[in-house]
Each structure stands twice: as C-alpha cells, then as structure tokens.
C-alpha cells in the first residue's frame, strides 16, 4: 500500500481508504491506492487477481443499491474515472465526460446465452438498441466492408434485406448489386409532398456514360450523355410501347416492333406494309410525302405541289376539228380542197368503214389534190394553252399525232408534224406520221420534247403551236386525226 493512505475496515476488499491532506504546492503523482502484483514461477498454473470485488455472495438486499467499483472524479479536474494499462499501454479509459476508448482491443458484447445489446440515448428521454443476431460461427466483420460480402443495415430503414447497404452510394463504391430476395421486393423511392418540391434526378456526367434498363442481362431501354434514349425490346411485340388514357380503355399510342408499325388513337388500317396508322391529322405548315426530288409537298399557303416522278401524269387530246386551229397556205403548191369527216368502225356505230379500220373512231382533217405532176400542201397551225399545272412533258415520245394516206410513195401523199414554243423555236424535230398507207398510224414526234427548255416545268400558262402539213398529189388524201401528249402534273 502506497504511503499517505489510512484505512478502516474489518478485513480484506472491505477496507475503506480515504486520501490524507496532501500539500498543494507540489507536483506530484498520488495514488490512492496502488497493488502489485508479481510472479515469476512458472511451474504452477495458477489465476492471480490483482483487485477482485465480489458482491455475488452477500446478502440479498432489494431496496440497496450496490456499486462493485465507484469513482467520481470533478468533471473540472483532468483525469479519467477509469484507466487500465498493459505493459504501461492504454489499452481501456474512460473520461471524467464518459468517453470511453478502446485502444489496441476488443469489445464483446453478449455471451452463449444471451444476445448482446448496446443502448443509445440521444440525450433525452429517446433511447435506441443495437442487437446483433442469427451471426455465423466465429464470424469477423470488417468496416469499412471492403468485398462487400457483410452489410449493415438499420430495421427502420427497411434496407434489411439480402445485399443491402446503409446508402445505394456505398452500394455503387464497393461494386455491388441490390437484388431483391424478399417476398415483398419491390424498391420504392417516394417523394414527400413537402412545401419545398421533391425531385428524383439522375444525373449522366462526362461522355460515355449510361443508364439501362435489362431485362435477364440484356438491355431494352438505355439513356446515354447527349440526352440520347434508345429503346429496343429483347423480342419483337406488336404493343412494345404503349401511351394509355387514364383509365386504360383507350391505347393513344402504340409501337408495334412485329410490324415496323405506330397506332395512334386505335387507327386501323388496310394498306400493305404502312408504318403509320392515324384516325385524324393536322399539319399546320407542311407535310412532304416521298424522298428524294420526287414527293409531294403539301403547304397551308401553297396547297398541293408535285415534284419529280410523284407528279401525276395528265393527258391531252385534242380532236379535229382543233380548237385554236388556222389553216394556212404558204402561197406554193397549194391547190386542193381541205374537209373535215368522221369515220367509226366500232361495234355498233358502222360510218365511213372504208376510212376506219375495225376498231377505229376518228375524226379528221381530209386534204386531196388532183394535180398529176405536183404535190400540193397546205398548213395546219394548233396553238395551244399550256395548263397551269404544267410541269413538263412525261416522255421524250409522248407527242402523237394519227395520220392516214393513200400513197406513202415519194413526193405524193404525206403529214408532218412539228412543235414551236412562245418564242417560235422548233422544239424536236419535223416528222412523217404514215411509214404504210390506207391505214390510220399513231406515230410519235421525233427528236425530245423533255428537252425543250421553252416548254419546261417553268413554261405553265405559256402557248404552243403545233404545225401539221398535209400533201396530197394525183387525187391522193392526207388525213389528220387526234393529236395527243401526256404532261406531269404539278398540282
């Protein structure tokens, strides 16, 4: 017993020490009471107690409080309430505060018998427990958790199920996965109605980054930096997507992947291979139908405008006697007599069937000179209005004209076409219509008439002329009869 001490007491871990008035103008270290402890044999085995208090065996006593061991120390002085050592090493201390510190050890909390508990308070009259249980043999947990086998988690949190963690950041560091295995898995994020809005963001930062959706590893729906979103099924349905009413009787959108198809509002309908089906459609602007420089170009203030090869085809037939028709000699080799005539042979309708072969209805012009030695000629001018929804002619050989002789012999009978545009240039070239004779022949302009750049998608309104000459010799005849030619519609 170290000096300075004075004890009352009856016997041994009964004795009572209370400190005597020590001078206060010293430093000094002071025990109250000191026990050493030493042993150096080693052939017994033995237990040595240093300080043993036992209260295990007194007598029973309900209303008596009893402390085993009991400090108080002025929480104004320096010094711990309790301070244990090993090999003059801290290894268990408690403050004059409280603070406890474990230095170089460990707590176990519980035995075989009973579970462990650790009770908190929160410096109220709040306490919460911690309880440990259904533990492994001999298990070790590590925390920070480095392979992410052993978790921790809080009941009240209800992220208690296999794999969870206290946050899904933790989750994301250590390179888990969150599987759900309860009965009840679902994952749910609810947003509180607060006075200040709640917002779920996530957030793709820097470049190749992304966030997926799959379905048994693969994914169907996948969002990437840029804002971009790609969605593709892991099998081809015909509702992949869908956009309902509120109360899911009505389907306002539908993607169908089978058919390479969209629905909107439950449009049904009938055209092979269409991508898209719609009950009603307004475009307020513009809607362009096809590809390329061939589509259809529907404008609010333009109306309906073809261009290319989706312009439809329109044909002209202008029939004798033609109206806007002169006729005209040029002053040489111009006598003869100039009819007009109608000829049929069609079922039923029998006129002139020596002019008409079986199935022929014509009428025509009918040139005939009596002069032997001399062909005579006459003109035919046609002058003609284009349509305003001229836009070109549809072929290089669609201007025909019929045309009928009674010899096709040199310098006798014959019919010639040509065209002019409004500026008088010949457009194509001059040609014979009748190659036989006594027979009417629909024979096509020579030369192209899509080349003509007097008579183009840009010449709408403009006015043409057709000329056709007629020779006739010895009593001969030159017939005339349709001409025709088909045009691209621009409107």
Partial sequence: MQQGLTGTGAGPFTNVYNLSTISKTEAATIYGQQIRVNDTSSSIAHTIYGLYVDNSTGTTNASATINSIFANVDSANAGNLLQLQSDSANVFTVSNTGATTIQNG????????????????????????????ALGSNEVYIFPDS???????????????????????????????ITTTEADGDIE???????????????IQGTGNTIQFQDGGTAFATFSDGGKALFKPTSDATDVFRIQNTAGTSTVFNVDTTNTRITVNGASGDLANRDLEVVDAQV?????????????????NGGQIYYGTARPTQTVTLIPEFPGASLWGDGTYNSGTMTSDFCSNETGLS????????GHEHNYYAWTATDSGQAQDYDIYVRYQLPKDF?????????????????????????????YDDGGNQCGSTTTINSSNTIWENTAMTGDETA???IDADDAGDTI??????????????RVGELSFSYYAKF
């Fill in 452 to 454: 003509c750049t007097g």
């Fill in 284 to 300: 307020t602007t513009r809607l362009r139908v096809g590809t390329g420089s061939n589509y259809v170009d529907f404008q609010a």
């Fill in 351 to 358: 006129v002139n069937t020596s002019i008409c072969g079986s």
């Fill in 465 to 478: 002329t057709f000329k056709i000459k007629v020779y006739a010799r010895n009593g001969g005849y030159a």
């Fill in 189 to 203: 994020f609810d947003l509180a109605d607060t006075t200040t809005d709640q917002d779920f963001v996530v957030d």
């Fill in 106 to 133: 460990s707590l176990t909390v519980g035995d075989s018998d009973s579970a462990g508990t650790i009770v908190l308070s929160d410096g109220s009259s709040n306490t919460g427990t911690i309880q440990l249980a």
């Fill in 147 to 177: 392979d992410g086998s052993d978790t921790v988690c809080l009941l009240d949190l209800n992220n208690c199920a296999t794999g969870g963690t206290v946050t899904l950041q933790n989750a994301y560091g250590n390179g888990n996965n």
């Fill in 391 to 419: 836009g070109g002619f549809s072929a290089s050989d669609t201007i025909k004209l019929f045309g009928w002789v009674t010899s096709t012999t040199s310098n006798y009978d014959k019919v010639e076409l040509s065209l």
